[in-house]
Each structure stands twice: as structure tokens, then as C-alpha cells.
């Protein structure tokens, strides 16, 4: 063991368990029921971790305790009848197969989901206030319901117990159910569950002791709550620091797992799970005050926590007891074992984008990793099995796809050639973490490159392949990983000097004016980012996109915090607008439903991020000329890193 990381390998006590470390994968929400049940791919995904060297995972995050708490949406467990148990013990078996301890969370949503009309349910919350994310106007909860509730919480606790899990975490935070209870901005109640902070606490307590009454004093119970909801009117850090006493002092709790803020809003969903734009740790001095204020309960926490170096400081200043490292697990669940025996230089590190993990969630597709392929794909991709012949392999293109192409081809046992036409590895992503707020985007490179220099393969920087020199080579295998190129439609003007791509720009490859229109067919980061890239630079800037808004394929968790950022630094976005045409410093622009045009004057730069086409002419002129020919990335088709690095593996796993 590293000397430096002893506080992060100290065993420690929580209830009846003793976790073998002070790392765990906090309850999130993985997309992976099927009929509310927990499948196959859901142990896969949680197995690995444990086989990882993590302490203890938590899986099933949100899981409903009743129908009235919808679960489908985001293919979550339901655990309202015991048909649930088989699937919590195939699981518990699975983690506990590596010494690794598996707790699960359960909630209510209240009023924080969508009522599902099919099955004639209708949101429950402690008062008739909307929430901002939902929108949809709940009823309000009356006694005999609430007592319901109560019950569910005990029998759901129950199931667990017999499901063979360590423990259980209930959700109130996240402006979930119980906590809908404590805010007073959600609770207007004139009973006896309204009023004070003791009444609004009421029904998390009768929660706390129907569970203790069910699954026992002996079986680990931990609560979920939030550090300070951040938001006006809302339970301030002081108001936290008293629930979390009143917990602690009723004996009911074993742990407090700590978040910041809540999930009310678009902006505190977005920084409920904070991505690369934030720092590290952004709520760890929260954690530490509620650990100041309930000194004899163990507390846990996850707030972008991804370097072990980190998380050990964490642990050994005493600030919190257990780290959740989540995405870090995500994007490497080989972490633990890899920090513990000093392998620092091979975790694949999460960079915070997201868009592999919790973006997919909030849209129901099952948890990933934009970096790590076999994240969630663990059937397919677990193991990595050695070639039964080892081959001669060309890799041309040293972007992401072409790279771990390299590195899956060289780890399976064969001979391999990396051609880049460029002076260095890395491709476009080296572009994208030009932008602001995007810098650690190239922690993706940087993984890929150190392994590939580990691995011995041979690199030839500054080279553009063609079909002779491949064939020259005689190769048994060659994977095209030649990428993409900037597309520029047939419009009119848009051969001006002034004219220039999205790439240009972040390249650092062109002069921009003062006044800038950049247009905007893509949809994700890419446009928005170049736009504030050129704010940063004093720039005025209008970006204009056809969709219904600017950035609509941008992930729920990283739009919001960026349009924060491009509002305040004095952007426009124009949506329902297309480009008609260039005519000098004049963009010639229509809505998309009237064809109404507009023409905007005295433009200096037009920046075009109308997506790439496949630069593909190699691969095409080699079918049928080498024994193996296989493509990948955005030679395949412009798609994101996400898609590029999962065709990478697959393409080196099929020679």
C-alpha cells in the first residue's frame, strides 16, 4: 500500500459492518430494471466495482417504496411487494463474492416526478406547490396516506433485509419526500406535520422508526440529506445542522450521507451532480459542518471527488469518513485496487463531463461512461480476452477511437502501429478542452496516451497514410480512426475570409472580430462553447440554431450551469433560426416556422459549427486489400467521444 494513502485503507465501523476502506460508490439512480426488478446488468455493473476494491457500493438510487412513487421513467427498482427479494440477493451475492459490503436507497419522490396516467397514479406531496423541474401540481397528502407511506418505508426496509443487503440509505435530500416535509417552502401544512421544524420532521421520524420496527436495531440505516438546499427561503446550513443533530440524537441513523443544495431547479439539479465546470470537492466544506454538528455519527460524501491523493487528505483531516468516488468508479471501477498499490498513473480519471453518466440517466438509458466502454456494458466488454493469434495491427488516426483501438489491441496480445497525421495524439478532444470550463476534457487524452507509451506500441507522429504506404507495410489488421472534417453546406457567401469553422476558432487558427454570429447546427457543447470562448475574449455574440433552444442536445446536468455562464458574460441566442446566407458583414437569417427573414448588420466573423462529414477516402480505397479492415470514430460517422471510444474497443476486439 501506498504510504500516503493510510487513511484511505483504514477500516471503519458503521453499525453492525465495518467497511475494509473509507471508499464507496454513493446510491445513484442506474437505469437498469427491468419491471422495477434488478437485472443481470445491474449486479455486472455493481460487481465490478466490488471487484474493484471499493468498500461498499449502493446501488438503486431512488428506489421507489411505492406506486405512488413512479419508477419506470428512469427504469428504476420498485420495491413494492417482495418479488423484489430474488434480485436483491443475486446481487448481494454477486458484490459480496469480493469482501465488499452493499447497502441500497429507497424513497419517495413526492411531488419530484411525473405521475404515470397508464397507472392511474397522481403525485403525492406534503402541499399542492408544483416543482419548478416537473411542473405537474401534486395532492396534497392526507393522514391516512401518509400513514400508508409510513408502512411502505417499513415493509420496502424489510425486503432489503431479506434481500441479503448490508443496509439501506433513505433519500431525504434532493427535495425528495421527506424533505419536501422539512422545507417550509414546500410545506405549508396547518396539522401536525406543518409548522415547526419538530412537526416537519414528524414524518421522517415515523419513516425511521416503522423501518427500525421491521428490519431490526442491528441492520445498517443511514440517511441521505443535504449540507444547505442553496436556495432562498429554503433549509439553510444552520437549518441542516439541527435536522442533522435531531437524527443523530434519535438513535435511528447508523450514517449521514452529505450532498449540497437540492434538485428543485434546473440550476441545483444541474449542480446536485457537478461536472467538470466545478471544482473539486464543491460541497466537502458543507460535509465537514455537518460533521462538526453531529460529531458521533460517521459521515459520508460525494461531491466530484476523483483523485485518491485527494480523497485520502480528505480522510486523514478528519472533514468527512467515507468518500464517495462515484463517477471516479464510473469511469474506472479498478480504482481502489489500482491506488493501492500505487498505480496512480493507470486510473482512467473522470473528467466531470457527464454526458456518459447521469446525462444519460435523466433520460432513462442506462448508466455509461464517455470514457470507459465497458462501464454498464460489462457482458460485452468485462473481461479483456487475449487474441488467439497475435497479428500485426495499423492503427491510422491518433484521436480517441484510434487510440483505444491502440491500446485494446495491444493489451489483447497483438502487434501494433499508431499513424497520426498530426504532430500530437488526441484529435478533436485536444479542440474541445481549448474552451472554457472544458480543460479537463483532456484527461481523456492524456489516459490514453500514457497507456499506449506503456504499452510499447510503435508511434509515427507528423504522418499521413496512404493506401501504398499501408499496403508497403504488409499488415494482417488495419483499424481507420482517420476522423472527421468540418462541414460547410452550399449556401451563398459562405467562401468569405470571414467565414470560418468552429474548429478554426478553437484552434486558435484565425482572426475573429469584434462582432460575432455563430450558427449553431449541432446542438451539443460545441457551438456554445466557441461562443464563450469568444466572450472570454471581449467578443459580442449571437448564436442562432434552428432547434427549439440553443444547446437542446446538451446534457440536463451541464446546460444549465452553461447557460449561467453565457448569459452573464452577455450572450444572445436566437433559437427557431436558420442560416440563409452570407452577404459580407450582413447574415442573411429566417425563423424556421414563418420563414420570416432578418438580416443582422455589421458582422465581423461568422463562426459555422454545422457539424463534420466522415474523412473516410482511406478506408474505402483499402476494402478488399488488406486481410482485416476495420473503421472507428467519426470515420464511421461523426458522432461524440462517447461512441468514438466504444468503437474503438469493439473494432480491436474483433481481430
Not at 466545478?278 to 455537518?290: C, D, G, K, M, T
Not at 489483447?412 to 500530437?424: D, I, Q, T
Not at 484552434?507 to 469584434?514: D, I, L, N, Q
Amino acid at each position: 500500500m501506498a504510504h500516503e494513502l493510510r487513511a484511505l485503507f483504514t477500516p471503519i465501523r458503521i453499525g453492525g459492518v465495518t467497511l475494509k476502506n473509507r471508499i464507496y460508490s454513493s446510491g445513484h439512480a442506474e437505469a437498469m430494471a427491468e419491471g422495477g426488478r434488478a437485472t443481470e446488468r445491474l449486479w455486472r455493473y455493481h460487481e465490478a466495482k466490488a471487484r474493484g476494491g471499493c468498500a461498499l457500493t449502493i446501488f438503486g438510487g431512488s428506489s421507489s417504496v411505492h406506486p405512488s412513487s413512479p419508477a419506470a421513467a428512469w427504469k428504476q427498482i420498485a420495491n413494492h411487494d417482495d418479488t423484489v427479494i430474488p434480485g436483491y440477493r443475486g446481487l448481494a451475492d454477486a458484490v459480496h463474492r469480493h469482501d465488499c459490503l452493499v447497502f441500497t436507497q429507497l424513497t419517495h419522490l413526492g411531488r419530484r416526478a411525473q405521475s404515470d396516467p397508464d397507472g392511474g397514479n397522481v403525485l403525492l406531496a406534503p402541499s399542492q406547490i408544483p416543482e419548478r423541474v416537473h411542473r405537474e401540481v401534486p395532492h396534497e397528502l392526507e393522514a391516512e396516506q401518509i400513514a400508508t407511506l409510513v408502512t411502505a418505508f417499513g415493509d420496502a426496509a424489510r425486503r432489503c433485509r431479506e434481500g441479503g443487503l448490508d443496509g439501506i440509505e433513505l433519500s431525504m435530500a434532493h427535495n425528495h419526500l421527506i424533505d419536501q416535509f422539512w422545507c417550509p417552502l414546500f410545506n405549508q401544512r396547518e396539522d401536525e406535520y406543518g409548522g415547526s421544524l419538530e412537526n416537519r420532521m414528524r414524518f421522517g421520524f415515523e419513516v425511521l422508526r416503522e423501518i427500525r420496527r421491521q428490519a431490526g436495531r442491528d441492520f445498517v440505516v443511514g440517511a441521505r440529506i443535504s449540507g444547505d438546499e442553496l436556495t432562498r427561503g429554503g433549509l439553510s446550513a444552520q437549518d441542516m445542522a439541527a435536522i442533522a443533530r435531531a437524527l443523530a440524537a434519535s438513535g435511528l441513523v447508523d450514517f449521514l450521507s452529505i450532498i449540497g443544495g437540492g434538485a428543485h431547479s434546473y440550476a441545483l439539479q444541474a449542480a446536485a451532480v457537478p461536472n467538470m465546470s466545478f471544482a473539486p470537492a464543491v460541497y466537502l466544506p458543507l460535509a465537514a459542518a455537518i460533521k462538526q454538528a453531529a460529531p458521533s455519527m460517521t459521515i459520508l460524501h460525494a461531491s466530484r471527488i476523483v483523485d485518491p491523493l485527494h480523497a485520502d487528505r480528505i480522510v486523514a483531516a478528519g472533514q468527512v469518513d467515507v468518500v464517495g468516488m462515484t463517477r471516479a468508479l464510473i469511469a474506472d471501477p479498478d480504482l481502489p485496487r489500482k491506488a493501492r498499490e500505487g498505480r496512480l498513473d493507470d486510473i482512467r480519471a473522470c473528467v466531470g463531463a457527464n454526458e456518459g453518466c447521469i446525462d444519460r440517466i435523466y433520460q432513462g438509458k442506462p448508466v455509461t461512461c464517455v470514457q470507459n466502454p465497458a462501464t454498464g456494458r460489462e457482458a460485452e466488454l468485462g473481461d479483456m480476452r487475449p487474441a488467439a493469434v497475435a497479428r500485426s495491427v495499423i492503427v491510422i488516426g491518433g484521436g480517441v477511437a484510434g487510440l483505444e483501438a491502440a491500446r485494446t489491441a495491444a493489451l489483447r496480445g497483438h502487434r501494433v502501429a499508431l499513424w497520426e497525421k498530426s504532430a500530437e495524439l488526441g484529435g478533436q478532444i485536444l479542440l474541445a478542452a481549448r474552451a472554457p470550463a472544458r480543460a479537463e476534457y483532456a484527461g481523456i487524452v492524456r489516459f490514453l496516451v500514457n497507456q499506449v507509451r506503456k504499452l510499447g506500441i510503435e508511434i509515427r507522429l507528423g504522418l499521413e497514410a496512404t493506401p501504398d504506404m499501408v499496403l508497403a507495410q504488409r499488415p494482417e489488421a488495419v483499424v481507420i480512426a482517420t476522423g472527421s472534417h468540418s462541414h460547410v453546406p452550399p449556401l451563398p457567401g459562405l467562401d468569405g475570409k470571414h467565414v470560418v469553422t468552429d474548429r478554426d476558432v478553437l484552434g486558435g487558427e484565425t482572426k475573429v472580430g469584434a462582432n460575432v454570429v455563430v450558427v449553431d447546427d449541432v446542438h451539443t457543447e460545441e457551438a456554445l462553447s466557441t461562443a464563450e470562448l469568444l466572450l472570454d475574449q471581449g467578443k459580442r455574440v449571437e448564436v442562432v440554431s434552428p432547434l427549439f433552444y440553443v444547446g437542446q442536445d446538451v446534457g440536463v446536468t451541464s446546460i444549465a450551469p452553461l447557460y449561467a455562464r453565457l448569459y452573464t458574460k452577455g450572450v444572445t441566442l436566437t433559437p427557431g433560426t436558420e442560416l440563409r446566407a452570407v452577404e459580407g458583414s450582413t447574415v442573411v437569417v429566417a425563423n424556421v416556422y414563418s420563414g420570416a427573414e432578418r438580416r443582422i448588420e455589421g458582422i465581423d466573423t461568422v463562426v459555422l459549427a454545422l457539424g463534420s462529414r466522415s474523412t473516410d477516402a482511406l478506408y474505402r480505397a483499402l476494402k478488399g486489400q488488406v486481410p482485416v479492415l476495420l473503421a472507428a470514430g467519426d470515420c464511421v460517422a461523426p458522432r461524440g467521444v462517447h461512441h468514438a471510444i466504444l468503437d474503438g474497443t469493439r473494432a480491436a476486439r474483433a481481430i
